[in-house]
């Protein structure tokens, strides 16, 4: 067996252990190489070959791999798509379109198949290559090509070229060059053939040292990945994308910008610096247009997402509002805009959100009205926190949800001279092992006694307000199931009024 042999089936045992599997060949010598070390090595799949037409020969190419597949015993895929035409129809990138459209082809093609995975012919060069285009592009984000993402798996990493040619040459086997790789107007041309063999020439091993550093920066961004991703706490109440401001704001720029490119990646955008800093904007309260006509506008505690208007989904027996209309109340009825105002809802959602009406009378708005059984039960934590504030404590009420059991609780921290009786944590002492599996409701974001204690028994979060500077959620991120801002004015309210009145007694003592 060729050494090469041995260390690829390792590698592709790893990184993609079940059949069958897509294999990715244009017809160059690295995909090539591809298809034979994985016949070689047993394994089950079918070989995807994408015609982009943007040569006159391109045809050739697709007849070549086809040949390949079929003595390879491989069945084949093909499809020819004209990127060049497209990216011109649309105004965009011919690269970044070509590589969108591929990589669509072989996931329609792993779906039709059933594969568990799709592998790329990406080697050792091209990861080199890669470091180097997005350092010098100041590109901050993936800055690697990375071994796997999802069902794409490259076991070709640790390989040069020149090894698989290598490889190739000793089967006595061909392959097919692309003229435009030697067209230095290209960028990672230019790297490959003008500025790698110069990096070689002084540094022998660049190529490995490159990848090593792609691979350490790779581990890093997982973990940095997980850990901006707990700052986006996404808004259920309402249809479109909407997250809640705080834990974005509270977070270091740095892990805020790595939660704000998911976001845009989210709208399918790409998660350019300029986009990054309109979201920004858009955080302290300057609404921002973003590409394709999505709005970012700041609402209260919640960063809204706002699609174009042919994108606003309309549920079936659904209606945009119309004049006249008002919400039928179970005391009297209200004005839609009115209250969809008090909601937060953006004005520019205001004549776009679905109800239900039988006339002008509107029964029923999508996530808003009637009310929720999260905003039922935050009204009964409500109601424990003004006891609070009529005691003297910090206006905090809880109320925790086991079944069809329901607890209740307030701040009791100056009445009982603990500065542990917080309403959660007296909670969470009255139900004892009853409370896991439970979902909290307090008017306050809890703090970090709080949270770790209600982690540490099972029990979700719904808040009210955040708590700017002892929120647990706030300043270290999102963990597990949480909603919050549920009534969120009037929690904030209770909250502005109790310091306002500490405040006025300070001064006339």
Known sequence: MHPLEEAFR???????????LVLAVSGGGDSVALAHLVRRAGRKGVVAHLDHALRPDSAEDAAFVRALAERLGFPFFAERVEVGRIAKERGENLEALAREVRYAFLHRVAKAVGA???LTAHTLDDQAETVLLKLLQGTARGLGIREK?????????????????????????????????????????????????LILARFPRAREALSRFAGVREAEDRHLEAVAEARLLPDPRFFIPAYRV??????????????????????????????????????????????????????????????????????PG?????????????????????????????????????VRAEGSRVVEVLGLYPPSEAERLMGLALEEARKAFAQGEVPVGAVLAVGERVYRAHNRVEATGDPTAHAEMLLLREAGKEA???????????????????????????????????????????????????????CAKLLRDFFARLREGCRSG
């Open 116 to 118: 568990k995975a799709i």
């Open 149 to 197: 993402e999802g069902l794409v798996a490259r076991p070709l990493l640790p390989f040069s070229r020149e090894a698989l040619r290598d490889y190739l040459l000793s089967l006595g086997e061909a392959w097919r060059e692309d003229p435009s790789n030697q067209d230095l107007a290209w960028d990672r041309n230019y790297l490959r053939l003008v500025v790698l063999p």
């Open 10 to 20: 390792e590698r592709l045992n790893r990184l993609a252990p079940q059949d069958p």
């Open 436 to 490: 896991r599996g439970g979902r909290v409701y307090v008017t306050l974001e809890p703090c970090l006694m709080c949270q770790h204690a209600l982690g540490e028994a099972g029990v979700e979060v719904v808040y009210g307000a955040e708590n700017l500077k002892e929120g647990a959620l706030t300043r270290f991120g999102v963990r597990g199931r949480v909603l919050g801002g549920v009534r969120e004015g009037e």
């Open 318 to 354: 659904f209606r945009r509002p119309e004049p006249g209309d008002f919400l039928a109340m179970p005391f009297g009825q209200k004005r839609l805009l009115d209250f969809l105002a008090e909601k937060g809802v953006p004005k520019e959602l205001k004549g776009l959100w679905p």
């Open 246 to 315: 705080a834990p974005l704001l509270h977070a270091p720029q740095a892990l805020r910008h790595r939660a704000l490119r998911k976001v845009l990646e989210g709208l399918g955008l790409r998660p350019e610096a300029r986009l990054i800093a309109l979201l920004e904007g858009a955080l302290k309260g300057q609404a921002a247009t973003l590409p394709e006509g999505h709005l970012a506008r700041r609402k209260g505690g919640t960063l809204f997402l706002i699609p174009p208007k042919p994108h606003l989904p309309l549920p």
